[in-house]
């Protein structure tokens, strides 16, 4: 097998590693946002129970909403975590079909108009902070500040504590 045949077949592979990504990445996270959409709903109807905590009442309904808004940083991590997978794959892809001299990646362009790019990830962003926002009012700015900043800085302390382990753990012998 010649050095073209060998690139042709990495090219390939990799296409289809590529798109499984894609098909993995956009089937999970429209499931985990379209979740983080239909808790705030289940949260409006859940009336006026509540649990104690910290000698206050919480309403259980202001909790489910909360974790609605988890859901959704969830499914942007997920999507953001898989996204860049994606861009390692199409840059090899791109190299490749300068080798071979195949132009299907090399025509997949970003959305622009004129020299105006758009970005998907910011539209998302800019939902996150409308959800935020919402789930701020709705929640209070005390519980959600604490809860996200709480999780956030656990997230903080695990990833320091991968320090001490090998580069992929579960992946030993």
Request: proline residues 2%.
């Amino acid at each position: 097998m010649d050095d073209i045949e060998k690139k042709v077949d990495e090219y390939k592979i990799l296409s289809n590693i590529e798109m499984e990504t894609m098909r993995f990445r956009n089937t999970n996270f429209t499931a985990i946002l379209s979740i983080s959409f239909i808790l705030p709903g289940l949260a409006i109807q859940a009336g006026d129970l509540s649990i104690e905590f910290c000698n206050s009442n919480i309403l259980i309904s202001k909790l489910v909403f909360l974790l609605g808004f988890v859901f959704y940083l969830f499914a942007v991590f997920h999507y953001k975590w898989f996204h860049r997978y994606s861009h390692f794959y199409r840059k090899r892809l791109k190299e490749l079909e300068k080798e071979i001299g195949y132009t299907i990646y090399q025509l997949r362009k970003r959305p622009q108009y004129k020299r105006i790019k758009f970005h998907f990830e910011w539209a998302l962003y800019l939902i996150g902070l409308v959800y935020f926002l919402i789930a701020g009012f709705f929640v209070g700015w005390k519980l959600i500040c604490l809860a996200i900043g709480g999780l956030f800085m656990l997230y903080i302390i695990m990833s320091t504590l991968t320090i001490f382990q090998e580069e992929e753990p579960l992946e030993k012998n």
